[in-house]
């Protein structure tokens, strides 16, 4: 960058390529306001009432409602997995229940579909 700027001094120099005149600015407002045209014409002016968007209107009760939600979801998260440190107990919810069953999810899929091998057989025969 600094290369770019001693390029640019070495070219130009550091002379300011403009000037503003002597005393432009001192009746600038009065010239400004006799260059714009009279606002007595005969029309008025027709403002226009632009409805926000669904968003601008209600985006801080959204994020209210959102914020609301995530504390509350932490909250219960917390809640849930908390343990008591006085006893070393669990909640109910966090108890180890031995599985008794020997049930399986093969078992109840074939109790299911109701299929035993000779279906099996009559629908592969039907394939042609």
Known sequence: M????????????????????????????????????????GQTAVICNIKPSFWRRYRKVVATAAASVCIGLVGLGAYLHHETSDTGEKHVAEAEVPVTSSYSSADALADYAMLDSNDMYAYMADIK
């Open 2 to 41: 600094e290369k770019e700027e001693k390029y640019i001094e070495a070219t130009f120099g550091r002379k300011a390529p403009f000037k503003v005149p002597d005393g432009y600015f001192d009746n600038f407002t009065a010239r400004m306001m006799d260059s714009l045209p009279a606002a007595d014409n």
